[in-house]
């Protein structure tokens, strides 16, 4: 990993991850907000891609000022665009109850199993997934139950991602990444190689991991050190700070390349 002031590309898109990345402590910094005002001032685009609840993305697409809302992990995408939401879905409702069924069984497995873990409290405004809380609203869980938790999503068969907070799972071929892809695709109307050239992606955690992959400009705020030794794929240059200040220092670089 360089250091984020050795990065010299021009970029229109930054796709970024939410908590830890441009949140501090569970909480959205002044400087941070300020930080995605400054960019979309200067014309580059913001589309956060989040693990975070449905009901938070229609939020956040309409108040935030950003271009469009990735969330849960990739199960749908929100864009506020001329005063109407346009919404993706990656399945209709049908599917949706199916796998709720087959989710709900899972959260009982995993309440038993690990009972210190808990049900995310934004569980309620979810479409697709499950989310179980690690370290959010309740004392941080051991590695090993962690891992626990991930391994019973795969027991059923469901895919399994680790942020900074919580475990997710779903049932589904969708990730953040072919949702990124389609979102740019089907709202900008870019090509592979516009994504690649244009397109950055900033995060802090395991579950970012498929984006550094496939990105070519890719950033990590500083605490994405701390999963360090559980990830392959890493982001090409980390910021010296943490949280909502690395995002407003990689920002800031961005924008000086402009």
């Not at 990739?74 to 993706?88: A, E, F």
Request: net charge negative; proline share 3%.
């Amino acid at each position: 990993m360089k250091s984020i002031n050795e990065f010299k590309s021009k970029i229109k898109f930054v796709l970024t991850d939410i908590d830890d990345t441009i949140t501090t402590e569970g909480l959205l910094p002044l400087e941070s907000y300020e930080a995605i005002w400054k960019l979309k001032k200067n014309n580059i685009k913001v589309i956060p891609v989040t693990g975070r609840p449905a009901g938070w993305c229609d939020m956040i697409a309409r108040l935030w000022p950003v271009d469009g809302v990735i969330g849960e992990n990739g199960g749908l995408y929100y864009r506020y665009s001329n005063h109407k939401m346009h919404r993706w879905n990656y399945a209709n409702e049908t599917t949706q109850i199916l796998n709720r069924q087959k989710l709900n069984i899972i959260a009982e497995e995993i309440r038993t199993t690990v009972p210190n873990s808990a049900i995310s409290a934004d569980q309620f405004c979810r479409v697709y997934d499950l989310a179980i809380d690690f370290c959010e609203d309740i004392p941080k869980l051991s590695q090993t139950e962690i891992d626990t938790i991930v391994q019973i999503f795969h027991n059923h068969g469901a895919e399994a991602k680790v942020s900074s907070i919580h475990v997710n799972g779903w049932f589904g071929s969708f990730n953040k990444v072919s949702t990124a892809q389609l979102f740019l695709k089907t709202e900008f109307k870019l090509s592979n190689e516009d994504i690649l050239n244009s397109c950055a992606y900033i995060g802090d955690s395991p579950n970012d991991e498929p984006l550094f992959a496939n990105f070519r400009h890719t950033f990590g705020v500083a605490n994405i050190l701390n999963f360090k030794k559980q990830m392959t794929h890493l982001p090409q240059y980390i910021a010296s700070k943490t949280s909502g200040e690395g995002f407003c220092e990689i920002a800031e670089q961005i924008l000086q390349n402009q």
